[in-house]
């Protein structure tokens, strides 16, 4: 599918959105985990066998999150199989470009080299970091007079993904305090699974290319 070049008038909704929307949003879900991590161990197996197999792996909210920021893996989608409505609108966005997707748009909008893969591909296969996409990038950072626009964009996304990654980190700690390295309800590793997508990055060139500025 081709990615549809991103105007001038998008980007700035975009960034307004990045700017007051969602940063309150992702706050007060980082907050969530200060109420839930007052849950004692004794208190939480009072209880914890009611939850059968249900799992946060469960929440098509999240996925959708997941999916917006560039987060894809089909399998996923299996476990809403039983549940017609939810499972096409899970489908539907993972068959979507990403915001990232439409960043890197706006990025050959403006005339900045992209490889042609980038701009038309499978929108539901994970994000691969790309070199051309860095050395965008890089262009943005390297004249924020010139593309001061994409430049914010970028910056915002980072916040973001920032935001994201303490999201993950609460839930982790959270988790191990609670019930430690026990096994999730879901049936996966627990904190062990945690810990390994704590640090995921959504938007990984622009992490990377900090390094070579």
């Known amino acids: 599918m081709q990615l549809a070049l991103v105007s001038s008038k998008t980007i700035w909704s975009l960034r307004s959105r990045f700017s007051h929307e969602y940063p309150e949003s992702q706050q007060q879900l980082i907050q969530s985990w200060d109420v839930l991590s007052t849950l004692t161990p004794a208190e939480y ?24 920021l560039s987060l894809k893996k089909p399998s996923v989608l299996a476990v809403y199989e039983h549940q017609p409505e939810l499972h096409k609108q899970t489908n539907d966005a993972m068959n979507e470009p990403s915001i990232y ?33 860095k050395e965008a990038w890089l262009t943005v950072y390297r004249d924020v007079e010139e593309y001061w626009d994409l430049y914010e964009l970028a910056e915002k996304l980072v916040d973001i993904d920032s935001r994201q990654q303490q999201w993950r980190f609460n839930h982790m ?26 640090s995921q990055r959504y938007f990984p060139e622009l992490w990377s290319l900090r390094t070579v500025l």
């Open 45 to 68: 197996m009072q209880f914890r066998h009611k939850l059968g197999s249900s799992s946060g792996f469960q929440s098509y909210q999240n996925r959708l999150i997941e999916f917006m």
């Open 101 to 133: 997707d439409a960043a890197i748009g706006a990025l050959a909008a403006r005339g900045l080299t992209v490889d042609p893969e980038y701009l038309q591909r499978d929108w539901s296969q994970p994000y691969a970091e790309n070199e051309s996409v």
């Open 173 to 198: 700690g959270t988790v191990e305090r609670v019930i430690g390295f026990k096994h999730g309800t879901g049936g996966s590793s627990g904190v062990d699974y945690l810990k390994h997508v704590e």
